[in-house]
């Protein structure tokens, strides 16, 4: 049957279907408490599961699963007599980029324009991540496949362990692979079929899934690593899981900080660079850091070559940010957030409407992986820590300049506000953990600051992300690009 999309027209006849904040903000930011499926959510679980309205009688697997490129899936379920589907990922982040991949885009499997909303949370069960783990997935492998076996014998063979999503066969490399619609299924078909006579000597195994590798860098399928102290499925919903509140963290999965998992350790491939290490089991874990989703830091590339850490930090929002890295030299930077759900937001900004920093469109792409915090910057926030600290008040001979050279003892200076009419100002770091340490620190190692009150004021970036700009065509054909809401000629 086959699917297409378009994007809507709005009166302008601009492309996109105009934008609302209200429901970027709650569709795209807060998915667990998005419209759809599900109801009431519980508090504290990944929303890994993404509803699909009004599909059509007949429409296939292999048509729904045709649309999905974002991550590994758990199962993939169509309720005919509801004319829905329901697709659970490993991942809640590959559910997050699934949903607002296709915000927006008129959908049509035949003549069925589609529908898609939130199934019930739920966070990937011990056992399967377990399994995950150890590389299964909802693909089997078939080894020294010979002309006798077809697509025909493989449907028949494999129909038992449920419903197929896609069969494909490499004649020129004997191997096959069939795409069941569950990990559960694909794990008994594994296990069962080395026991029929039509397999006997075949090797027998995991594929990867068609869908999609892990966003953590794993092939899933292909033996993945895990990221320590972190379960399947609960990565970039931090905030939707009782991790983060109101700026403070809680520990992953209900662990204190020298808790540990003993999952998988290993390297982290794909494009994330750089090795992971060991999981809390084993040597990687020396409690002194927590476990943290890693999808939490954004590369920024083709930076204005006069571009500072505040110009960047004006312009990023959507959470607190843990620190900043700007390497003028090859005009990029590293942002890492603590929500990875505002990572992830930031992310999809710059990769539809973009992200502009000192007049220059930037690319944003993910950076290296960031799976451990240092504990005290966990206990930090866990208190309020932000990069932001306030001071006052203060003796009138400290200057700006002053402040700047004083506090730069514990980190680099991103940005200094003075408030003379109140005799207090601000000071805010690139990195939080140089914050704490200048909050902890500066009464006791500078005198000028002893009867001062030290503590943490607001980080501007925790500030919701602000909408995208607007383009409009004047009569004349030319686009004009400026503020939601401002009036242009032509509008």
């Known amino acids: 049957m086959g699917f297409n999309f378009q994007y809507p027209q709005n009166p302008n006849g601009m492309m996109g279907g105009g934008f609302n904040p209200a ?25 890994r599961t993404v509803y699909i309205g009004n ?12 649309m999905v490129k974002f991550g590994p899936l758990e199962s993939a379920k169509i309720v005919e007599e509801k004319s829905c589907c329901f697709l659970t990922f490993i991942e809640a982040t590959s559910a997050l980029s699934f949903f607002n ?6 959908v049509l499997i035949g003549d069925h324009e589609l529908k898609f909303g939130w199934g019930k949370p739920s966070a990937c069960p011990q056992h399967l991540y377990t399994d995950v783990s150890n590389g299964a997935s909802r693909t089997v492998y078939i080894g020294s496949v010979d002309e006798n076996i077809t697509e025909q014998v493989l449907r028949a063979e494999l129909d ?18 069939v795409h069941l619609c569950s990990v559960a299924n694909a794990m008994r078909a594994v296990a069962t079929l080395p026991t029929r006579p039509l397999f006997a000597g075949k090797r027998i195994n995991y594929g990867k899934d068609r869908c999609g590798t892990s966003l953590l860098g794993n092939n899933v399928g292909n033996r993945p690593t895990s990221v320590p102290g972190m379960m399947m499925g609960q990565p970039a919903m931090m905030n939707q899981m009782g991790m983060m509140n109101q700026g403070r963290m809680r520990p992953m999965m209900g662990q204190g900080m020298g808790g540990g998992m003993g999952v998988m350790g290993g ?46 930090l004006d312009v990023v929002r959507g959470g607190l940010v843990q620190r900043l890295s700007v390497l003028p030299d090859k005009n990029t930077g590293f942002v890492t957030f603590l929500d990875p759900v505002a990572a992830q937001n930031l992310f999809n900004r710059g990769n539809n409407e973009g992200v502009v920093i000192k007049g220059k469109r930037v690319k944003v792409s993910w950076g290296k992986a960031a799976p451990t915090i240092p504990a005290f910057i966990y ?20 200057t700006e300049e002053r402040l700047r050279q004083d506090f730069s003892y514990f980190g680099e ?31 006791s190692l500078n005198p000028n600051y002893a009867n001062c ?19 409009q065509t004047q009569m004349d054909g030319t686009v004009v690009i400026g503020p939601p809401g401002e009036d242009h000629p032509g509008a």
């Open 23 to 47: 429901f970027q903000m709650n569709q795209f930011q807060n998915p667990m408490f998005a419209g759809g499926m599900g109801g009431p959510h519980m508090q504290g679980l990944p929303n």
């Open 55 to 66: 599909v059509p009688h007949g429409a296939t697997y292999e048509d729904i699963l045709n």
């Open 101 to 106: 991949d296709y915000q927006g885009k008129r």
């Open 160 to 177: 038992a362990f449920g419903p197929i999503d896609q069969v494909r066969i490499l004649a020129d490399k004997h191997i096959a692979f």
């Open 267 to 312: 390297g982290m491939g794909g494009g994330m660079g750089g090795g992971m290490g060991a999981g809390m089991g084993g040597g990687g874990h020396d409690g002194n850091t927590v476990p943290m989703n890693p999808m939490r830091t954004l590369y920024l590339g083709g930076l204005h070559p006069d571009s500072t850490a505040k110009d960047i």
């Open 379 to 398: 206990q930090g926030v866990q208190n309020g820590a932000t990069r932001n600290v306030y001071v006052g008040p203060l003796d009138p001979s400290i």
């Open 413 to 443: 200076v991103e940005m200094i506000h003075m408030m003379t009419e109140k005799n207090c100002g601000f000071v805010s770091f690139t990195d939080i953990g140089h914050a704490i340490k200048a909050v902890e620190g500066i009464k």
């Open 453 to 471: 009150r030290v503590h943490y004021g607001k980080d501007r970036c925790n500030n919701p992300l602000r909408p995208p700009r607007i383009q």
